[in-house]
């Protein structure tokens, strides 16, 4: 399994941009900065240089300044508007800063905290939104869905089902 788009480590692009209208590319430059990428304008942050750290994911879930696109609340535009899961997106704040969002379904406590149920793609971006962000991306759900955190040298995870290339 290999990630699917654009993808940058340490400098070195890894795989070349995928085409996706409601792809996103989250871009880390020289300095630190991150941002995110529509994928028209891949193409010029790739031609510029200077990106140390890149991955493309699918799809955009806040765009512009906080605009949910169209074809997550649109029937027939490609995404499945009705579909229910677990989610994992990460989102750009108004000051920069960035929120990892994972939704797990915990009714059934401990049994069923990895079910994929929960949000669909529209209440994920919603959620985000009412955050303060202003872009967001998807990323792998469903039962892919996992998350590890580091805090003092102390590791919390959220496991998924499904391993995932970049995890």
């Not at 590319?25 to 020289?30: H, L, Y």
């Amino acid at each position: 399994i290999v990630p699917w788009g654009w993808t940058v480590m340490d400098g070195l692009e890894i795989r070349p941009p995928g085409v996706g209208p409601l792809s996103q590319a989250v871009v880390t430059d020289r300095s630190g900065a991150v941002r995110f990428v529509p994928p028209d304008s891949i193409e010029t942050v790739r031609a510029a240089g200077g990106t140390v750290m890149a991955f493309q994911s699918y799809p955009s879930l806040l765009v512009g300044d906080g605009e949910i696109p169209a074809a997550l609340t649109t029937p027939g535009q490609g995404v499945g508007i009705t579909h229910r899961d677990a989610r994992l997106a990460l989102c750009q704040l108004t000051d920069g800063r960035l929120l990892l969002l994972l939704t797990r379904f915990d009714g059934l406590g401990q049994v069923g905290e990895s079910i994929p149920l929960g949000l669909t793609l529209a209440e994920t971006a919603e959620l985000l939104r009412g955050e303060g962000c202003r872009r967001a991306v998807a990323l792998d759900g469903g039962i892919s869905a996992q998350l590890a955190v580091r805090t003092g040298g102390e590791w919390e995870a959220w496991r998924g089902w499904r391993k995932v290339p970049l995890g």
